[in-house]
């Protein structure tokens, strides 16, 4: 766990988060100021800054959080409707909270 970082603190259960999913990996939680209905984050509980930080060894949590988008995705009802995930990386591309995580935002017509 990184001091002063806050997915670190929320992924860890140490914010009072509601998790619409955990496992020993990962949390998802819905995202504070959503861009649409559904805009949920996949944050992995060990901190990883970017996915400029990312090696070969994180292949497996960075398919476990895609699949678990997946998963979430159809539990929200927006799989079949079409949804977007995206990493925001460092501060030119709009990454304000510097623990890895993926945005799964959709349900606009639903
Ligand atoms: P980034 O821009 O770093 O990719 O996205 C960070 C996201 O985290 C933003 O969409 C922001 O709304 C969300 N966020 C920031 N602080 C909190 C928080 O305390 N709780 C929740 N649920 N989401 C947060
Ligand atoms: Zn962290």
Redesign the pocket.
Known sequence: MEKDC?FCK?SHGQ?G?DFIYENDNLVV???????APV?L?IVPKRHIRSVNDLSEADSGILAEMILTARQMAIREKVDASGYKL???VEKGG?????HL?L?LIGGWDK
Not at 29 to 35: G, V, Y
């Open positions: 806050l929320i914010m988060t939680f819905r995202d504070i100021n959503p861009h805009h984050l995206l990493f925001n709009g990454q304000v909270i510097f995580h945005h």
